[in-house]
């Protein structure tokens, strides 16, 4: 059964660091990109970073450059957001999706390219 949950979310002052993780677990194949979605309140849902399967290719929103990093530990099968200088405007429901991907660097972006979603994490950032 696939499974993917998400963790860390909180709630966090204006300039705070969070470390969201992102644990899969079911799949059948080890390959598996990454991608950490946001959805704030009235909003649509928005890409904030993705990640290959092997780790090595990654991307961000350009709102989020030089402050968040994705990275994957393979062996725990997990898969972290670290999250710095947190503005109010971070403020969201982050979601984990994954896919299965043979591409190993190859990371996935959009909405679109993921079927399997966790249920998600609150993040607050308070001015």
């Known amino acids: 059964q696939l499974q993917i949950v998400e963790s860390g979310g909180a709630l966090v002052e204006l300039g705070g660091s969070l470390r969201l993780s992102c644990a899969a677990s079911?799949?059948?194949?080890?390959?598996?990109?990454i991608g950490w979605f946001r959805q704030a309140p009235g909003k649509g849902r928005e890409g904030v970073s993705c990640?290959?399967?092997?780790?090595?290719?990654?991307n961000y929103a350009d709102s989020v450059k030089g402050r968040f990093t994705i990275s994957r530990d393979s062996a725990k099968n997990t898969v972290y957001l670290q999250m710095n200088s947190l503005k109010p405007e971070d403020t969201a429901v982050y979601y984990c999706?994954?896919?299965?991907?043979?591409?190993?660097?190859?990371?996935?972006?959009?909405?679109?390219?993921?079927?399997?979603w966790g249920q998600g994490t609150q993040v607050t950032v308070s001015s």
């Open positions: 079911g799949f059948t194949s080890d390959y598996y990109a």
């Open positions: 990640i290959s399967s092997s780790g090595v290719s990654t």
């Open positions: 999706a994954a896919e299965p991907s043979p591409w190993p660097i190859q990371h996935m972006c959009a909405l679109t390219d993921y079927h399997y």
